[in-house]
């Protein structure tokens, strides 16, 4: 091996730490729902969802890998200084403590604890109260040492993991519950539009931004410098994530889709795998199936509150790390208690809103090198994109109905959640014209 460089054995690690950190609660619940939901529509609807999923998560990581040293901060601040300061703190606050974090937490105490309770126990606030305290506890210790979380949760969780997750989804596949039914009303105009804005639940295009870092962390952290070697391993160890992702949700799906004449259509992921696990195996799936969710979870969990107590104490460098770490889990066990379904309903209008806008940055990031300091293009293209992401958003949650029914008529792609696309190429377009106009104002050097 030549120095600088990496093993393949080393890389594929970095691609399993990578993978354990992107498989976290909503991977696990959602594709099972599209599943139900899509039916004989399933092929369209996980191919967007995948789109979301799999292959924007992997441009993100590889647009890091690419972006010389850049992070969320560094690459929204070319938009405006000001946006480079207030949306990573989104981003951030997103994926950490508001709505993934918790989630980890819920998910994991509703399929992988709840089932094993009496009626009274899971019906008591108290019971995940007292799963959350431990549960953020274990979280809280073992992210005090970042350093290890590569090791730890690529070369021994991930392992067990895959393999309960295999076995699982093999039966599933081999013996399915029953055959494929109708779609619902949901999936039956657009199922793969559908299945593009199901991929949003997952966070993994947003996560993809801060787990790239970790992964050029892990990378630095074996002697490789070179920024087109860190490029390559980027490109290379989310492959590996990428492909172990598909095929967990292409599996976990067609488990959703063969599963709605035995259990009917449920109410969230989580119920359905429950309910396979206990037709498939009884007492001993359930047991296997725990197992899953929480590593699933806990690795998730651990990755996210290690990024954003980084990130929080890199802006403001006098709180300590451990505080911001404190601060972080304490937060996410409270947010945990309010519950799985009510989680999820609060944080599709903000997905909804800042997703558009993250993976707008991401293409724009991985044109950098023909966009150099043409800081025009990410201003407009970002604007017209948040215009539209915002109402869209503010009209997920209620609010915005007579400028979101004018959009409708008006805005291409629209109605099918995908109305940013457009203004989005405009914005760039515009941006790149006033760029030749006048000199772009310098955020990096020459």
């Known amino acids: ?85 207030l949306f990573p703190v989104v981003i951030y606050l997103t994926i950490g403590p508001l709505f993934a974090v918790p989630r980890t937490g819920t998910v994991s105490y509703e399929i992988g604890i709840a089932p094993f309770l009496s009626e009274d126990l899971k019906t008591s606030s108290w019971s995940m109260l007292l799963y959350s305290v431990i549960y953020f506890t274990v979280t809280y210790l073992l992210a005090l040492n970042p350093g290890k979380v590569v090791d730890t949760i690529g070369k021994i969780l991930t392992p067990v993991l895959l393999i309960i997750l295999a076995l699982l989804l093999a039966i599933n596949i081999i013996s399915p519950l029953g055959e494929i039914t109708a779609p619902l009303a949901t999936y039956e105009a657009a199922p793969f539009f559908k299945g593009f804005q199901e991929g949003y639940l997952t966070m993994d295009t947003i996560g993809s931004f801060v787990f790239g870092l970790i992964v050029i962390s892990a990378i630095r952290s074996k002697g490789v410098d070179s920024t087109r070697q860190i490029a390559k391993v980027c490109t290379t160890a989310g492959l590996i994530a990428a492909a172990g992702l598909a095929m967990v949700y292409v599996g976990l ?29 009884g007492v001993s799936g359930s047991l ?80 950098g090198s023909v966009l150099r300091n043409r800081h025009a293009v990410y201003t407009w293209s970002v604007l017209l994109t948040s215009i539209v992401s915002i109402v869209e958003g503010l009209s997920a949650a209620g609010f915005a109905s007579g400028i979101s029914d004018l959009f409708t008529q008006y805005v291409p792609f629209y109605s099918l959640g995908m109305g940013w696309v457009i203004p989005a190429l405009i914005g760039a377009v515009i941006g790149f014209v006033v760029s030749t106009r006048q000199a772009p104002y310098a955020l990096e050097s020459e």
Not at 4 to 15: C, H, Q
Not at 258 to 271: M, R
Not at 310 to 325: A, D, E, G, M, Q
């Open 1 to 85: 091996m030549k120095a600088g460089t990496l093993s393949f054995k080393e890389t594929f690690f970095i691609g399993l730490m990578l993978f354990a950190i992107f498989f976290g609660a909503g991977n696990l619940i959602f594709p099972l729902s599209l599943g139900q939901a899509a039916g004989t529509e399933l092929i369209p609807a996980i191919v967007g969802f995948l789109m979301t999923g799999v292959g924007l998560p992997l441009l993100g990581v590889i647009a890091i890998g690419m972006s010389k040293n850049e992070d969320v901060q560094s690459i929204s601040a070319k938009v405006h200084p000001l946006f480079g300061l």
């Open 253 to 281: 799906a067609y488990s959703g889709a063969t599963s709605v004449q035995a259990l009917g259509h449920l109410e969230n992921g989580g119920l359905i795998i429950s309910r396979i696990s206990n037709l498939q195996f």
């Open 288 to 367: 296997i199936l725990s197992v899953a969710i929480i590593f699933a979870c806990l690795t998730t969990s651990i990755g996210l509150v290690v990024a954003c107590a980084s990130f929080f104490h890199k802006l403001r460098p006098s709180i300590s790390y451990k505080t911001y770490l404190l601060v972080l889990t304490l937060v996410s066990a409270l947010i945990s208690n309010v519950g799985l379904t009510q989680i999820i309903s609060f944080s599709i209008p903000v997905l909804v809103a800042i997703y558009p806008i993250v993976i707008v940055l991401i293409v724009l990031t991985l044109l």
